[in-house]
């Protein structure tokens, strides 16, 4: 399927750490997975982390320092390490792949952080 599907949320403690990771099946439409965004309740979506191709990394101010992506080219896989989980990181995180030009979004994964 081209959806990426993203697993490895959790409930966590504040302070504590997660390794999110994004799987996509390999199409040529489709590009690597390649971001990872957030959406919190009642919140817009909102940006979290990108690599390009090149492995260029960027990062939301809010999470640089504290979040690392990565990304297995050959198994297209995708990941996103945190660390220091603040109660303000509670989001369903999504990864993104564009196919034939156009986001694709995985369902998400719930990642609820407790103070």
């Known amino acids: 399927q081209v959806q990426p599907v993203e697993f490895g949320g959790g409930s966590v403690k504040a302070g504590g750490s997660l390794r999110l990771s994004c799987a996509a099946d390999k199409y040529s439409a489709c590009t690597y997975p390649s971001a990872w965004y957030r959406q919190a309740p009642g919140k817009e979506r909102e940006f979290v982390a990108n690599i390009a191709n090149d492995g260029t990394t960027s990062y939301a101010d809010s999470v640089k320092a504290r979040f690392t992506i990565s990304r297995d080219n050959p198994k297209n896989r995708l990941s996103l390490q945190m660390n220091g989980l603040e109660p303000d990181d509670t989001a369903m995180y999504y990864c993104?792949?564009?196919?034939?030009?156009?986001?694709?979004w995985g369902q998400g994964t719930q990642v609820p952080v407790s103070s």
């Open positions: 993104l792949r564009l196919c034939w030009g156009r986001d694709t």
